[in-house]
């Protein structure tokens, strides 16, 4: 019996005929939902080439008609191509087995999402204090995912020279969460390719070293945002979330399908073969005991992880993830934080100080071999090159700009004020160490010349 009338019926999507008795097409030509053909290239393009639209009404990982082949080692091969079946295998067969994995070295990868300020940079000099160590003696690397309001750009030159990685987060950081979903190609571009080039200007950086990025919100771009990515030569995205398994994930080009499924509510990830590295970000089990407690939801943040309410807490979650990364397969352990969690829960930044310091006692600093605080990039050149803990002391992509001493660069920066056409009614302050452009940079005038 039907009891509401009201309610109106979910518009229900033309499927294009993809798999039919007979073919109905050419070679290289699909049917669309109406039995007209049209080239297997068009489909799931993000633009509608069938008269019913059904050529993107079935997109996703496993029904594409484009998409990604399922990986095959036989073609993928190191340095540029690393996959796996399910994604949990240890690069360069260190570890055949993906248990007990005592020769690989455990990465560690802390990364900071939005601006570097002044209501953060205390924060960074308390954690990255010149004092953590890692085996090779080099200091402690973090990377930090920027956007642009509110950046003091002169802080974000400092942090670069002290060894962390500099990595793109957007110009806008658009609220709309459906608009970095359903974005174009040319405006992804726009907001990644134009915050870096913001970056590199007023941060001066110079090296090229600006190479990943993560959406915000981390709503995934699909096959757009990866277009743009593979076009504007970026090396890594680290966006998708994959669900908590056991082992963890290792990161993986996307050359081949995802070893994973597309987690999380309406997200649009990538079905096409691309050239970029997926630092995948894999969810934290938040349980506070494992072994008794009921499963849980994971989380990627550690932010999100709703049911952190005590340092005690957060220092056990902390050590229960590092281990189920270290006694298994040893992939990547990513602790992805926005900075005002920590800053606003002193107990919470304690008990994390705490934890890194009884990391760096038990299985790393000098003298330990075990475990490294390093940057994506790092881990990239690693999986491309994998070395035994042995030999990682010497590697030399990790002690690049090891211990970096001396003076800020630039001591007084200079605090320019601005207005822009693109954000009316809005005083705006920007720091850098070089000169202040003629206006605010922004979406459409990224280097700030005022020509817009």
Known sequence: MVTNCDQLTKEKKVKPLLSTDEPICQENHLACGDGNCIETGLFCNGVADCNDGSDENACDV????????????????????????????????????????????????????????????????????????????????????????????SAVQETHRLGHEIAAHSITHKDNETFWSEASVEEWAKEMAGSRLIIDKFANITDNSVVGLRAPYLRVGGNRQFTMMEEQSFLYDSSITAPLTNPPLWPYTLYFRMPHVCHGNLQNCPTRSLAVWEMVMNELDSREDPELDESLPGCAMVDSCSNILSGDQFYNFLTYNFYRHFDRNRAPLGLFFHAAWLKNNPEYLDAFLYWVDEIIENHGGVGGEDVYFVTMTQVIQWIQNPVDKDRAKNFQPWTEKCSPQGEPQCRLSNRCKFSTKELPGEALYMHTCVNCPNQYPWFNDPTGDGLV
Do not use: W
Request: glycine letters at 2%.
């Open 62 to 153: 496993n029904t594409d008609p484009n998409r990604a082949p399922l990986c095959d080692n036989a073609i993928c091969k190191l340095p540029d191509c690393f996959c796996s079946e399910d994604g949990t295998k240890v690069p360069g067969d260190l570890c055949p087995s993906n248990e007990k994995c005592d020769n690989v070295p455990q990465m560690i990868t802390i990364t900071f999402d939005d601006a570097i300020n002044n209501n953060n940079i205390d924060l960074y000099q308390e954690i990255f204090n010149r004092r953590r160590k890692n085996p090779n003696n080099c200091d402690i690397k973090a990377t930090f995912f920027v956007s642009h309001k509110y950046s003091n750009y």
